[in-house]
Nanobody
Framework: QVQLVESGGGLVQAGGSLRLSCAAT????????MGWFRQAPGKERDFVAA????????PYADSVKGRFTISRDNAKNTVYLQMNNLKPEDTAVYYCGASALLLPTALSNNYKYWGQGTQVTVSS
């Protein structure tokens, strides 16, 4: 059983930056691909980025390519999402998830464990 706790959300002006963290406990962190998703009010949970077990594969949603960077530190059991040049449309609750599939995936149904989410609000 893996528990995930996100942190680092907040209110930022457009063009600003935030770094989200997701700390894992209770399992073998290095045995999971990790992903970040986001959900705006009234919308579905959308894929943002994912990272393979060793960090070598990092797919991104087109909407965040070149602005967001996902990384992980297996020694600290933590995955990060560095978000730069934030836009108002990035406003959402951001969730991290853990997937046991062979490769990192953009499909939320393939994630077995989820955190509680952290709110990111970008003002214009």
């Amino acid at each position: 059983q893996v528990q995930l706790v996100e942190s680092g959300g907040g209110l930022v002006q457009a063009g600003g930056s935030l770094r989200l963290s997701c700390a894992a406990t209770g399992g073998t962190f290095g045995g999971y691909n990790m992903g970040w998703f986001r959900q705006a009010p009234g919308k579905e949970r959308d894929f943002v980025a994912a990272i393979s077990r060793n960090g070598g594969t990092t797919p991104y949603a087109d909407s965040v390519k070149g602005r967001f960077t996902i990384s992980r530190d297996n020694a600290k059991n933590t995955v990060y999402l560095q978000m730069n040049n934030l836009k108002p449309e990035d406003t959402a609750v951001y969730y991290c998830g853990a997937s046991a599939l062979l490769l990192p995936t953009a499909l939320s149904n393939n994630y077995k464990y989820w955190g509680q989410g952290t709110q990111v609000t970008v003002s214009s």
